[in-house]
């Protein structure tokens, strides 16, 4: 997957007005959703959106590594993340808050984050399985983003195999995204379902044929990337 920076930034604008509503990203907004072990509520922070039960203990632990203002109070926290819920605790939360909107060093830490855990990962997917269109990286990163993978069940939703096996990457990519809409329409986690703004999105430059992100602005969720 050979992205020129600005296509890679386009991905990643999209992603960060997915997450946190902003093309810059929002390096310390925090949501609590009800999307934990089995339903759990849980912390999920950051540019990109990260879960306290998902790899929020690998961001916090970089950042405290890299000496942030902020460090040494979060430092406490790494033996409770993943162990005693932490939606309810104020001081972690506005320590995040304020590490994401006041030091650099957090915010150098999550674009590191993000690449190594989530964009690195899914552009690899992506070259195994024979993509190699811009519009199918943000798709793909989106997916690693959202769901952490490529769902293997809403792969054998759809006919058409990936290009490494023979398929057309553009077929893939438009009935993958159909499958996906119509799993998080109908998903029995109704914030899932509040979710379809992303394969609207995508939905939109498929038709309007703009593989190559080139076509601008692109509206994610009601705001303009340009």
């Not at 983003?145 to 096996?165: D, M, N, Q, Y």
């Not at 509040?194 to 992100?213: A, G, Q, S, V």
Request: glycine letters at 6%; proline letters at 6%; charged letters at 25%.
């Amino acid at each position: 997957m050979d992205l020129t920076p600005k296509q890679k930034s386009i991905c990643e604008q999209v992603i960060n007005v997915f997450e946190s509503g902003s093309p810059q990203g929002n390096y310390g907004t925090i949501s609590i959703y009800k999307d934990g072990p089995h339903n759990m509520r849980q912390v999920t922070y950051g540019r990109s959106q990260t879960t306290e039960y998902g790899n929020l203990h690998e961001l916090v632990d970089m950042y405290v590594q890299a000496g942030g203002i902020y460090s040494e109070a979060l430092r406490p926290y790494l033996d409770k993340i993943e162990v005693t819920p932490l939606a309810d605790d104020a001081t972690f939360k506005q320590l995040l808050r304020d590490a994401g909107k006041k030091d650099p060093i957090m915010r150098q830490t999550q674009d590191t984050f993000f690449d190594k855990r989530y964009f690195a990962p899914a552009m690899s997917w992506a070259d195994t399985n024979g993509f190699d269109l811009p519009l199918s990286a943000l798709v793909i990163y989106d997916s690693f983003i959202h769901s952490g993978s490529i769902l293997s069940f809403l792969r054998k939703r759809f006919p058409e195999p990936p290009p490494a096996s023979g398929g057309d990457e553009r077929t893939w990519i438009t009935q993958y995204v159909d499958t996906r809409q119509n799993w998080l329409a109908n998903h029995e986690n109704r914030i899932l379902r509040n979710t379809i703004y992303r394969t609207e999105c995508f939905k939109t430059e498929i038709d309007r044929n703009n593989w190559d992100l080139t076509q601008l602005p692109i509206v994610a969720n009601g705001i303009s990337i340009s």
